[in-house]
């Protein structure tokens, strides 16, 4: 997630914006603090112009933030 807000030049702030969340929701979602409804899940997918499914997949080096 913040690898593809920080590829579309997005805030935290911003995305939040996009996705009608508080800027603290998406940076508890970044640092996986807090879970996501489904419904969230596609509003951040939608905020991001990716398809919910790549939101869900795990990435390759494991890490967190990449």
Not at 33 to 49: C, M, P, Q, W, Y
């Amino acid at each position: 997630m913040k690898r593809l807000r920080r590829e579309r030049g997005l805030s935290q702030e911003k995305l939040g914006e996009h996705a009608d969340f508080h800027r603290t929701y998406v940076s508890q979602l970044e640092r996986c603090v807090t879970n996501i409804s489904v419904d969230g899940l596609e509003r951040l997918a939608s905020a991001l112009g990716v398809d919910m499914v790549e939101l869900l997949q795990p990435l390759e080096d494991g890490r967190r933030d990449a």
